[in-house]
């Protein structure tokens, strides 16, 4: 079955990059994912990559995924109070299963001053 | 509109009670997903509806729950008979086509059963 495990938190300072990790155990997995959850919002979602890919960069957001691992990360550089939250990591799979994402349980990303 | 929106934002009934939790997609949008997040969780996938049908419903939890999306726009989650263990926020998303495409996410309802 889909499975996606995540640290339940991380503590970083202010300005010094944080790094998120998540690993996966469907092989076929096609599609990953990291969003973005503020207290009393919605799922934002900050980026995606395809498994046919390694690296995708978008402004200070990292994504490194190894296949061979079934391991992704997600790097946030000059890390700002605002980037507070909880993070999750989501996989989907096309083809013979849900349709729907499957999340790992989170990231609490704090930021210390 | 401009997004997903959710109503109720807040809801307590007492266990056995009936509940209908109502998600607006936004505009356009032809796939609808529902997850359920409980606690310290990250969403669990509940159901898929593309148009009027439910294309997958394996994540329905058992036969207390169901969903309906008449007109393939606003969609419908109904729970039979609630639980305790019902409680949890349930997250509507929905998409501009089938497909691994962004989900936009609606704010959730925060379902409590006492």
């Known amino acids: 079955g889909e499975d996606v495990e995540q640290s339940l938190f991380l503590s970083v300072r202010e300005g010094d990059s944080s790094v998120i990790n998540c690993t996966y155990t469907?092989?076929?997995?096609?599609?990953l994912y990291w969003y973005k959850q503020e207290p009393g919002a919605g799922l934002q979602l900050l980026t995606y990559?395809?498994?046919?890919?390694d690296m995708k960069q978008d402004q200070r957001l990292t994504v490194l995924l190894n296949k061979k691992d079934k391991h992704l990360s997600l790097r946030i550089a000059d890390t700002q109070t605002g980037d507070s939250a909880i993070y999750f990591c989501?996989?989907?799979?096309?083809?013979?299963?849900?349709?729907?994402?499957?999340f790992g349980k989170g990231t609490h990303l704090i930021i210390q001053p | 509109g401009a997004g997903v929106s959710q109503t109720p934002s807040n809801k307590v009934t007492e266990k056995g009670k009936y509940v209908e939790l109502r998600c607006d997609p936004i505009?356009?949008?032809?796939?609808l997903y529902w997850y359920r997040q409980s606690l310290g969780q990250g969403p669990e996938f509940l159901i898929y509806?593309?148009?009027?049908?439910?294309?997958?419903d394996s994540g329905l939890p058992n036969d207390r729950f169901f969903a309906v999306r008449p007109e393939g726009s606003v969609s419908t989650l109904k729970i039979q008979r609630t639980e305790r263990g019902d409680s949890a926020v349930y997250l509507c998303?929905?998409?501009?086509?089938?497909?691994?495409?962004?989900?936009?996410f609606g704010p959730g309802t925060r379902l409590t059963v006492t």
């Open positions: 990559i395809f498994s046919n890919m």
């Open positions: 509806f593309q148009g009027t049908g439910a294309a997958d």
């Open positions: 505009s356009g949008h032809t796939a």
């Open positions: 469907d092989s076929s997995s096609t599609y």
């Open positions: 989501a996989e989907r799979t096309l083809g013979g299963g849900a349709d729907g994402l499957t």
């Open positions: 998303a929905s998409s501009s086509r089938p497909g691994p495409y962004e989900q936009y």
